[in-house]
């Protein structure tokens, strides 16, 4: 489980944590909600090509689902992207009894980073940017847990499984905001937002309180 604080860690392992929203655009600019600082994000044209890569093609729409998916039956444009995840502090992540540790990532042990995997939920409001976010070439997910208050932990699952379960994929989805940083906010509890520790060597976890004690502005960066 990665919530709460945790005593240091040596520098060989780390990891981190963040949030995200999109208004609506067919929303009248008078009827839109104020937003806080956390919630104004702008357009992130990557993303928005991506899904539109996956999505509005003719043999891959939104809610298309095989009868099984099996790797033979995966359309070829359904791949896992690859992201690097820093906080503004510029620490890295680096796994540590099945925790994200975040700390600084240089020299020796920049090897130590862990890449997250990433792939869209199809059956979220893509204006929102929904990723289902995974480590280890997603055979583990980054799951905010299922009881009533939120725990970061990984789960052993397989990414592409999740882009074909709408249920099970949930819990694992966050929301990207983007506003020269990115921000996670978790699909299955709205309102907490992936976040780094102050100090190094902690875990990546959760938070409901962004911009006040931990970090939860990030740079995601394609590897």
Not at 100 to 117: C, F, K, T, V
Request: one cysteine or more; charged letters at 25%; glycine letters at 4%.
């Amino acid at each position: 489980m990665m919530h709460g604080s945790q005593a240091k860690k040596s520098p060989r392992n780390l990891q981190s944590e963040e949030h995200l929203f999109f208004p609506s655009e067919e929303m009248a600019v008078e009827d839109k909600p104020k937003e806080s600082a956390v919630h104004r994000t702008v357009v992130d044209k990557d993303m928005v090509d991506w899904f539109a890569q996956l999505f509005d093609s003719a043999s891959m729409v939104p809610h298309f689902t095989p009868a099984s998916a099996i790797p033979e039956e995966v359309p070829e444009s359904i791949q896992l992207r690859s992201y690097s995840l820093r906080d503004v502090d510029q620490k890295g992540l680096y796994l540590q009894d099945r925790n994200l540790i975040a700390a600084p990532l240089q020299g020796d042990n920049s090897a130590q980073e862990e890449i997250l995997s990433v792939l869209p939920n199809r059956y979220m409001d893509r204006a929102r940017i929904p990723l289902i976010l995974g480590v280890k070439g997603g055979s583990q997910g980054i799951s905010c847990g299922k009881d009533n208050d939120p725990k970061l932990q990984l789960e052993d699952t397989n990414l592409i499984h999740l882009f074909y379960n709408e249920e099970e994929a949930k819990r694992f989805t966050f929301f990207k905001h983007y506003n020269g940083t990115h921000t996670f906010e978790s699909a299955n509890y709205p309102g907490w937002y992936l976040c780094s520790p102050l100090e190094a060597h902690n875990p990546l976890t959760l938070t409901n309180h962004p911009g006040e004690v931990n970090l939860t502005d990030f740079h995601f960066q394609r590897k």
